[in-house]
């Protein structure tokens, strides 16, 4: 199986984790293609739909998706990884009908979790519940840590990505097709 192949279906694996349905398949999928020797070049871009994001042959570490949701809110599930593979971050990300960020929900999973009792690292997963302050402040509610093999709770230490987090609706990469209601017209 090629890296970017699996890169999809990891994100197609996120997304259900996340919360996200893409139960029709019709939905955009919009995605940053990273180049140069160190990834250091991106940009983004749109797919019309999960079907068409499944044909791509390209380097893609950071993709999301946009769902409305019946509240008047709008969910956004994000998935994340490593050009090496060492980690993956499943996101899902809910905002307010104004397009503010209230909550963030993090699945990451890592092959770099230290068990000192081990002396070696293996295969973690750590699961964060953020709220968001009204000034943005991230909130940490909530954190598991968990064997991925076992399911067991575990005491380990590992690296955390820094992904940058889009506080409202505006700040998404590619413009959502649904409403933001924080923009004033």
């Given at each position: 199986m090629n890296l970017n192949k699996?890169?999809?279906?990891?994100?197609?694996?996120?997304?259900?984790?996340?919360?996200?349905?893409?139960?029709?398949?019709?939905?955009?999928?919009?995605?940053?293609?990273?180049?140069?020797?160190?990834?250091?070049?991106?940009?983004?871009?749109?797919?019309?739909?999960?079907?068409?994001?499944?044909?791509?042959?390209?380097?893609?570490?950071?993709?999301?998706?946009?769902?409305?949701?019946?509240?008047?809110?709008?969910?956004?599930?994000?998935?994340?990884s490593s050009p090496s593979g060492d980690w993956v971050a499943y996101l899902r990300y809910i905002y307010n009908p104004s397009g503010q960020l209230t909550n963030i929900y993090i699945d990451y999973r890592t092959f770099l979790g230290w068990d000192p009792a081990m002396e070696d690292a293996a295969l973690t997963r750590c699961e964060r519940i953020y709220q968001v302050s009204a000034k943005g402040h991230l909130l940490r509610k909530s954190e598991k840590i968990t064997d991925v093999e076992t399911g067991k709770l575990v005491k380990r230490t590992f690296p955390w990505p820094e992904i940058p987090h889009w506080m409202k609706l505006s700040d998404l990469p590619v413009a959502p097709k649904v409403k933001d209601k924080s923009q004033k017209k």
């Open positions: 699996s890169l999809i279906q990891t994100f197609i694996l996120g997304m259900a984790l996340a919360g996200g349905t893409l139960a029709d398949g019709a939905s955009p999928v919009y995605y940053q293609v990273s180049t140069g020797e160190n990834y250091e070049h991106s940009s983004w871009h749109t797919a019309a739909s999960m079907a068409a994001f499944k044909k791509l042959k390209k380097d893609i570490y950071d993709s999301y998706t946009i769902e409305p949701q019946k509240h008047g809110g709008t969910q956004v599930c994000r998935t994340c």
